[in-house]
């Protein structure tokens, strides 16, 4: 029996929360509950004109990245995720490459608490399964 689940392994999903962007890769989507575990990637700050091409915002973005990738995985509610554009990640991704993964790095560990920890207090409702 197959199912269609929304999202798919290696897709890069995006969470907003306020004013900044948590950008993950799928590792897998549960069968069984609305959620999905998440390898947590790069975390910016939202972009204020989103009226500017998507292009010109992503090279901004990227000025203000927090690398994740050395960070710890999630367990996220499908409800909150969103698929990412190429247009928007790819800049992204590419700003990413340059960086080296810093193992231990507190700032982006305290980061993703805060993020995470945020995002929980606006959408309690969705982190309840």
Sequence with gaps: MTTCLPFQPNQIVCIEQGDALLFAEVIQV???RPMSWLRPLLLCKAHSDWNADPVDQAAELAE???DLREGADLLWPLALLRAALDTEVMPL???LSTYK???G???AHRQLQDFTRRAWQA???AFRF
Excluded: M
Aim: charged share 30%; net charge negative; proline share 17%.
């Design 30 to 32: 549960s069968e069984l």
């Design 64 to 66: 203000q990245i927090c």
């Design 93 to 95: 991704l590419t700003k």
């Design 101 to 103: 993964p810093q193992p």
């Design 105 to 107: 790095d507190r700032l």
């Design 123 to 125: 959408s309690p409702e």
